[in-house]
């Protein structure tokens, strides 16, 4: 049945009390209504047309999927506690319409709204229910009108209209509720995004340049700093991480910019925050992609595997809650305090520093090119020795290499920076996974250490086998993707991209 949608700045009781006066009305019932929009921190649900939102009153608790442009209901249960993850729904219906959107990204509060309710009975001369009004009154923004038909009374919900638009100023929005919700609240769909959006200028200096960066960066650690602190969905970790050691990267690799002095002290600081994170999120990477990483195994490795399970399990929250605590510590809460004031500061205001005034475009094509040239040096190197700690270090060079891309491409040719962003990532996850192995492999020499049963310990042994295994491939794989990379052709078109 068709819901109308109509808004109005009448109260309840006077609409009721004019509507009565040419039509028979009441109000069936009312009641207080909290009302919480859900998704994921990345707005998976939203990008498939879908709400989800949580109903409270004193009366229930339910929880709906609703369609975004229609807000008709697809699913709903009375649910008290919204699960976090979306295998974790009992009602089978909600679980296989959320499994394949969200996949292993957490269910997440978006806002939360609160109004009254009030259910309109609307009648005809013989007594008969011809149309239900839910009446819906908030404080930030228009009241709304749900017009629905009873059963075969559609011909009459017209002139139910008119005596509205006659007694009332109607209006209609094209504007949702979700979105005016939203928006009352400082916020608007699909507001989130690690990904950096700089336009700089060629001629921009330096100083004024790398503040725009770091100030960017900055906002992506604050925005993700409650979610890490609360363990809500791993990619907070993420996020948070990418931008703190972005962060570590300009100020390494940007000197002369700012105070000698300043930026040291501040790179030991985002030194830090990379180093206290690491084991958190190197479990995490584990955990995430444990049950697709082991599914083939016999059935007589399952139990070991499920012991396995519960040690990196135990493990990750350790580690978690520490990581937690030293980001609620005065270390971490007065660093971050001095980085963003050190942001907010006149810099045209103390000594002149050596590249600080500096074009950007200038100081770009010298460190891009001068970390490219040494990337090519260690990967060729990388081709004679693949060993473990060569791969290491080439990975965390590529990393660099291709932050800086991303902080200077609006000063390059967006086609060409793209397509050397896209090579560097296809490296850098290579060599990612590569190092993902080898810490997975160090946990489970950790877990063979624990164990003396000897079954078990062939099970282990053969386990980390197979990783190693797996690292030789991706040896093999590096050396055909960095071949290809560092070909005459490519290293012309990058020494014509940074002049």
């Known amino acids: 049945m068709k819901i109308i949608e109509l808004y109005t700045a009448a ?47 004193k009366q229930q608790s339910s929880f709906l999927l609703r369609n975004l442009d229609s807000e008709k209901i697809i699913a709903e249960t009375d649910l008290k506690d919204i699960p976090k993850f979306s295998q974790q729904f009992e009602n089978q219906e909600i679980a296989n319409i959320l499994n394949p959107i969200l996949k292993i990204r957490a269910l997440t509060k978006i806002c939360t709204i609160d109004y009254d309710s009030y259910v309109i009975g609307i009648n005809d001369e013989n007594g008969e229910l011809i149309a239900k009004l839910t009446f819906e009154q908030y404080e930030l923004f228009g009241n709304r009108l ?96 990418t931008a703190a050691h972005k962060t570590q ?30 084991e958190t999120r190197d479990l995490d990477v584990h955990l995430l992609s444990f049950q697709q990483q082991y599914q083939a195994n016999s059935a007589k490795d399952k139990k070991v595997l499920a012991s396995f399970h519960d040690f990196l399990s135990t493990k990750q929250q350790q580690s978690q809650k520490q990581l937690a605590d030293l980001l609620k510590s005065a270390d971490y809460l007065t660093g971050l305090h001095e980085w963003e004031r050190f942001l907010d500061r006149n810099i045209d205001k103390g000594e002149p520093i050596k590249h600080a005034k500096t074009a950007i475009k200038k100081l770009a094509d010298k460190r ?31 990393r660099k290499l291709r932050y800086l891309c991303e902080f200077f491409a609006s000063l390059y040719s ?22 993902d192995l080898s810490i997975q492999i160090s946990h489970w020499t950790e877990f063979q250490e624990q164990h003396k049963n000897k079954t078990d310990a062939l099970i282990i042994t053969s386990m980390i086998d197979n990783l190693n295994f797996e690292k030789q491939k ?3 794989e590096f050396s055909a993707l960095f071949t290809e990379f560092s070909s005459i052709k490519n290293q012309k078109m990058v020494d014509n991209l940074f002049n």
């Open 146 to 241: 749900l017009l629905e038909a009873a059963p075969n009374q559609q011909k009459k919900i017209g002139k139910i209209i008119k005596i509205l638009k006659k007694e009332f100023t109607i209006s209609t929005s094209k504007e949702s509720v979700f979105s005016k919700a939203l928006k009352s609240q400082g916020r608007k769909p699909k507001d989130y995004s690690a990904k950096l959006d700089l336009q700089l200028a060629k001629n921009q200096r330096a100083d004024l340049a790398c503040q725009s960066i770091y100030s960017q960066l900055l906002k992506t650690i604050k925005n993700n700093e409650h979610g890490v602190i609360n363990n809500t969905d791993t990619e907070f970790l993420h996020d948070f991480r």
């Open 414 to 435: 967006e086609n060409k920076i793209n397509s050397l962003l896209s090579d560097l990532k296809h490296i850098q996850e290579l060599l990612g996974l590569e190092h």
């Open 474 to 476: 991706i040896a093999q």
């Open 249 to 278: 990267t300009g100020l390494r690799q940007l000197d002369n910019v700012f105070p000698e002095s300043d930026q040291n002290y501040f790179l030991k600081f985002f030194d830090w925050l990379a180093e206290i994170s690491n």
């Open 368 to 398: 891009l090119k001068k970390i490219y040239l040494k990337f090519l040096v260690q990967g060729f190197e990388c081709l004679k020795t693949e060993s473990d700690s060569s791969l290491h270090e080439l990975r965390k060079l590529i």
């Open 11 to 57: 109260k309840p009781e006077k609409l009721v009390k004019k509507l009565n006066q040419q039509i028979p009305t009441q109000i069936l019932s009312t009641e207080y209504i909290i009302k919480s929009y859900y998704d994921s921190f990345d707005w998976r649900l939203y990008k498939h047309q879908l709400i989800a939102e949580q109903l409270r009153s």
